[in-house]
């Protein structure tokens, strides 16, 4: 069944305490080749049947209005995924 | 006797564990995250708390900081390890135990007394009690649904790694009614209830006999120093 | 010259330049007043700084001219255990035995609605704060909140995530929550109030007070980066109405980082025990405009500061933006130079990122620099002591003598008793009286080990010494239904209700701190409710022999014009010398005597009864009896002391009948209660008897072999008593009851289902209720031992 | 300045009731077209300087030893962003 991809970040000039975490442990570790770390949001809809653009966006309307929060996170694209993308590694 | 208690920036409950390691009879001794030394001590307890917020996952950085390290081997080689709440968690981000812990399935913090029965009496820090033995003891998270794979649900069920299970109510979705594990050697132990807050009476669950007076908690760190004194 | 920054050698060159003073909420006469103290225009951090720190928010500019009453109204017993009163971070008081206490509420209202989650959140961020600065080791918080209808869509999404912010932050911090209030009321439909208070101990000889002195020593900026969250929130957020939203480029939320705070909190505990540190100032509202300024006012009036070095988490910030920004868990140091080292030592084993600005000076001028120019250059107490101070018009209300004359006596009192036991059953389900778990059991009450007491009981309480028993009680209450009705008494209610529920569990009340929750200052009808109401609380804190130690005041809660009821907030902590003496608030025991301390009026007027039953807000508020309070409190302390006490709970919404109900539900242990006395006594009607909410009432459960004394001690403090009932653990395996004798009976089975359904039904389930609607119960033998050791 | 993206998914097999919760919600709100949510993460870590082979593969090693969990969760995707991609909805 296709699956459509919603991607929500923080904003970025609001404070990420998940990120500065992480960027913190990797400096610890010595990784300093990453100088930020930002933690966000991957959600897969599962869609029963064929993605109309009607459900693209109706996918984006719950974007904006459910999987994320406006005030503090940013939606940064919705997609429909490509099986075939999936499966390797770097794009 | 000397238990450690290890101290990561976020650990909340390591205070607590320390005067549950005194009141049991032993010396509490505070280990801390940055270094390599474990002191000697004879058992080791990784305290509850939110380590490095729980930002990532639950207890995933603690579980790489250094200390750690040291953790990890002398588990292995059979010292006895109790982690609690986030102490458990790191112990299975720290593969010491299997599955994981992730957020509970309603979805929020709770925090109530929960009756558990003792499934496996024979570990470490369970030395005390009796199988099937009901207990309260107070639970106190938003992240201790446990979950693993069928297959390894099956081994440690069928090998006696459950050390507890919730009673009453499933409090976070947790498969099989999972409140803690134990390791094969039985030195490691991990639960999501906080033994070290039912220790004095006046400040732990209610019980039918009189309001917070429950101490169920000692018996963890009373039935170390016993396998300790067993071990010598 | 930098011509992008506006230096005081611009600010000099071009007095006639247009400044944004209004957008950033300055009057013109403010903006003048600036002018004539700088004698030329202000630079643009300047008018940043002076503009956040002449807020209302921050200056308490409209009501500075009441809050004195606090200070004035005292007598020497009031102050003698005072180390530390109004006007610090936060009022400290000696408790006895070396160790000291110091309490603080605060609001955080506006910034809730925008952003429940993270706005309560930072809330109870920064109240710790205060507590921290202080030298005290943070020990527990307590939150009161008011909703809009619990049924209003908007509800479901305000409340869920005030508490669950208030849960992740506190929670992670370590902090046990020991008790709070969950109001509903269409009053605050668009306007919650989330008032957080934070409670901290420390010895003696740790206390220190957050200011610069000494020239020389150091100005250190440690914790969180600064970043562009909060900005113009002092100023637009804290003290302006929705409708008037200024111009914001920066987001006005910030973002809360308990992990980062509980660093913080262990990090300046070693800076104060290692004696690295002359003094630390939080960084709350205003952020580093309000720390240098008041660190500076409140020490030797000078102090050099580069902002170059301040850590940013965005490069792109301007010198007005650091100036103003409100990024959390940030504190400002006063170090001494060969201190640096050993400061530096500590801040860098927590990873606490750590910056020195400048230093003390003996200038009297506050400088400030940024990019080699000189941006500020000011006398700080201009900024932070001698803002605006308005004596605001006040008028009495239009509309208060009719609302005073529609009193709730109009309505008919039932007398038969399937009438009373369903409108008790309907009280107890209301939204205001149900039982209020879906939200306590988000919050830890167990970390620290030290809790004695904490939700349902009347107050919290924490054990402060491990070898002595010595603690504190806590507790918070308002009631805004009696403040509309009348200020001034609205106000002594709700400082009498916080004494009496902290009196009840064997405490002795010492002190007050408030948060003072109201609508715009500019409305004079606002303006006279708040006079009364300080007014009120200062004549009362005096009666009752307690100091108001610190406080917040939060004007602007208001939908378009309509202000919310008038809120004061009370919290009154109290002192007991072994919590393990410590009473609850429910029945423990079978067979109990029940005993009402106190007298029955006809007061129904603003009660639950005739709000829930009759949707009705009108009349007179019950009267406080301030001395009986008094007098009630020490027979109490006296009685737990003892040890004659098995439970004592407080009167107060719903009057007697939720008081038992609670109490029955407490440990799932009925009672049979007999009224007839009671009526014959007071000259009363059942109906008031069941839900009047007279003042200086309590239900005491004492056990039979401690009648005699515990009788006698009433008698000889001349205080109304009556034996109304009898505690019953029901019969075998058949489960409680309450019963109303010749009036009704309700199994605690079904209380307890009329109590737990509502806010199950609004906003989810709470785990563990499925399992256990028979109750957790206590259901010790007859004559079980104490509850202590 | 560069950025990688890790993508994580809680594994197919194991239960994710945050995303339960979701299609909980999805359903009562009427929105039957999406048959089931699942919730990930996404993280972007920032680059000091240009992304070669080497810090891809440390990018990747970091993704499976720390950011996932492989008891419970998959790496579903390592990448570098373009910038183009990103401001544009459907792909
Ligand atoms: N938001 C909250 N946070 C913590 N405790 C709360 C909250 N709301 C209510 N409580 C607790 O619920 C109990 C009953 O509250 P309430 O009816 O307001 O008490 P009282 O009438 O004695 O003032 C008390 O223990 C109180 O502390
Ligand atoms: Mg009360």
């Known amino acids: ?91 | 006797m000397k238990v450690g208690v290890v101290t990561f920036p976020g650990s909340l409950d390591d205070r607590d564990a320390q005067r549950a390691v005194r009141r049991a009879g032993a010396e509490a001794v505070s280990l801390w995250h940055g270094s390599h030394d474990l002191e000697g001590v004879d058992a080791i307890v990784l305290p509850g708390g939110f380590s490095y917020g729980d930002y990532l996952r639950c207890g995933a950085i603690a579980a790489r900081s250094p200390i750690m390290t040291e953790v990890i081997a002398a588990a292995n080689a059979g010292l006895p390890v109790l982690g609690i709440c986030n102490g458990f968690q790191i112990l299975v981000e720290a593969h010491l135990l299997p599955g994981g812990l992730i957020r509970n399935n309603h979805g929020d913090f709770v925090c109530r007394d929960q009756r558990l029965r003792v499934e496996n009496a024979s570990t470490a820090w369970t030395n005390g009690f009796t199988v099937g033995q009901e207990i309260t003891i107070p639970l106190k998270n938003a992240e201790g649904g446990f979950i693993v794979d069928a297959e390894t649900l099956k081994r440690i069920e069928g090998e006696g790694q459950v050390a507890f299970r919730y009673l009453d109510v499933n409090p976070n979705g947790s498969l099989d009614d999972i409140a803690g594990l134990t390791n094969a050697g039985g030195n490691v132990v991990g639960l999501m209830p906080h033994p070290e807050h039912a220790i004095e009476p006046g400040f732990g669950p209610d019980t039918p006999d009189a309001m917070r007076s429950g101490t169920d908690g000692i018996t963890f760190f009373t039935s170390v120093l016993q396998s300790a004194l067993a071990r010598a | ?789």
């Open chain 1, 1 to 91: 069944m296709p699956t459509i991809v919603v991607e929500v970040m923080p904003k970025s000039e609001l404070l990420d305490p998940a990120g500065k975490a992480v960027t913190g442990a990797l400096t610890r570790l010595g990784k300093s080749e990453f100088s930020a770390v930002r933690i966000g949001k991957r959600f897969e809809l599962t869609v029963d049947g064929a993605v109309t653009e009607a459900i693209l966006a109706e996918a984006q309307q719950l974007a904006d209005d459910m999987l994320s929060n406006s005030v503090i996170e940013d939606v940064v694209r919705v997609y429909v995924l490509e099986k075939t993308v999936l499966e390797s590694a770097p794009a």
């Open chain 3, 1 to 789: 010259m930098n011509a992008l920054v506006d230096s005081v050698a611009t600010a000099e060159a071009t007095p006639e330049k247009e400044q944004p003073y209004a957008a950033l909420g300055l009057k013109a006469d403010e903006y003048q007043s600036i002018r004539d103290i700088l004698g030329r225009r202000p630079t643009s951090g300047e008018l940043a700084m002076y503009s956040v720190m002449w807020s209302e928010h921050c200056s308490y500019k409209s009501s500075k001219v009441w809050l004195r009453q606090f200070g004035e109204k005292v007598s020497p017993e009031m102050t003698k255990n005072l180390m530390v009163g109004m006007g610090e971070n936060a009022g400290v008081v000696d408790i006895g035995e070396g160790w000291a206490v110091t309490f603080k509420i605060e609001s955080h209202n506006h910034p809730s609605y925008i952003e429940p989650f993270q706005g309560a959140a930072t809330g109870v961020g920064g109240i710790v704060r205060d507590i921290i600065s202080m030298g005290a080791r943070p020990v527990a918080v307590m939150d009161a909140l008011r909703f809009g209808a619990i049924d209003h869509p908007d509800t479901a999404r305000v409340l869920p995530g005030v508490v669950s912010g208030i849960s992740f932050y506190a929670n992670c911090l370590g902090l046990p929550n020991i008790g709070g209030e969950t109001w509903f009321d269409p009053i605050y439909q668009a306007n919650p109030l989330v008032n957080a208070l934070a409670v901290g101990v420390l010895r003696h000889e740790d206390l220190h007070l957050a200011n610069a002195k000494g020239a020389g020593n150091k100005v250190v900026l440690f914790g969180a980066r600064t970043g562009g969250d909060g900005i113009g929130g002092a100023s637009i957020l804290a003290s302006d109405t929705f409708s008037a939203g200024g111009p914001t480029k920066r987001p006005a939320v910030q973002v809360g980082d308990p992990f980062a705070e509980k660093v913080l909190i262990e990090c300046c505990l070693e800076l104060f025990a290692g004696d690295l540190v002359k003094g630390i100032q939080d960084l709350g509202a205003a952020g580093i405009s309000c720390a240098t300024s008041e660190l500076a006012s409140n020490g030797d009036g000078g102090m050099q500061v580069s902002l170059d070095e301040v850590l940013l988490r965005d490069p792109t910030l301007t010198a007005e933006e650091i100036l103003m920004s409100e990024s959390q868990e940030r504190m400002m140091a006063i170090v001494e130079p060969d201190k640096l080292e050993g400061f530096l030592a500590v801040t860098r084993k927590w990873d606490v990122e750590t910056s020195v600005l400048g230093e003390v000076t003996e200038t009297g001028r506050l400088i400030i620099t940024w990019h080699g120019e000189t941006i500020v250059d000011v006398d700080p107490r201009t900024v932070a002591v001698d803002g605006p101070v308005y004596n605001r018009p006040l008028s009495y209300p239009t509309w208060m003598d009719a609302l005073n004359a529609d009193s709730a006596e109009k309505f008919l009192r039932p007398s038969d008793g399937a009438t009373l036991r369903e409108q008790l059953l309907t009280l107890i389900g209301s939204a205001n009286l149900a039982d209020k778990s879906w939200v306590t059991s988000q919050y830890d009450r167990y970390v620290m080990g030290n809790t004695a007491l904490s939700y349902p009981d009347d107050a919290g309480m924490i054990r402060v010494d491990e070898e002595s028993g010595l603690g504190v009680a806590l507790a918070t209450d308002a009631n805004g239904r009696y403040a509309y009705l009348d200020p001034y008494v609205g106000a002594q209610l709700a400082l009498a209700e916080a004494y009496r529920n902290v009196a009840v569990t064997g405490a002795t009340p010492v002190a007050v701190s408030d948060c003072l929750n109201f609508g715009s200052p500019e409305n004079p009808e606002v303006m006279w409710q708040f006079s009364r109401a300080v007014e009120g609380l200062a004549d009362g804190c005096l009666e009752l022999g307690i100091p108001v130690t610190g406080g917040n005041v939060s004007f602007y809660n208001q939908t378009g014009d309509v202000p919310i009821h008038p809120t004061p907030v009370v919290a009154v902590m109290g002192v007991i010398d072994d919590v393990g003496r410590r009473v609850p608030s429910g029945w423990q025991d079978s067979g109990d005597n029940l005993y009402l301390l106190g007298s029955t009026h006809l007061e129904l007027d603003g009660s639950a009864w005739a709000g829930v039953i009759h949707g009705h807000l009108g009349g007179k508020p019950p009267k406080p009896h301030l001395t009986r309070e008094h007098d009630l409190a020490e027979l109490l302390s006296a009685a737990a002391h003892e040890g004659l006490l098995n439970a004592a709970h407080d009167l107060s919404d719903g009057g007697l009948a939720t008081a038992v109900v609670d109490a029955s539900l407490r440990f799932g242990i009925g009672a049979r209660i007999w009224l007839d006395e009671l009526l014959e006594r007071d000259q009363i009607d059942p109906l008031t008897a069941l839900f009047s909410e007279s003042g200086a009432r309590v239900i005491v459960a004492v056990p039979r072999e401690e009648d005699v004394k515990f009788l006698r001690l009433c008698e000889g403090r001349n205080y109304p008593v009556a034996r109304i009932g009898v505690t019953d653990r029901g019969a075998d395996g058949a489960g409680a009851d309450l019963e109303v004798q010749d009036l009704f009976t309700i199994s605690l089975k079904e209380l307890r289902t009329a109590s737990r359904a509502t806010m199950v039904e609004h906003f989810g389930a709470v785990v563990g209720y499925a399992a256990d609607l028979s109750g957790s119960g206590i259901h010790r033998a007859p004559g079980g031992g104490r509850i202590s050791e």
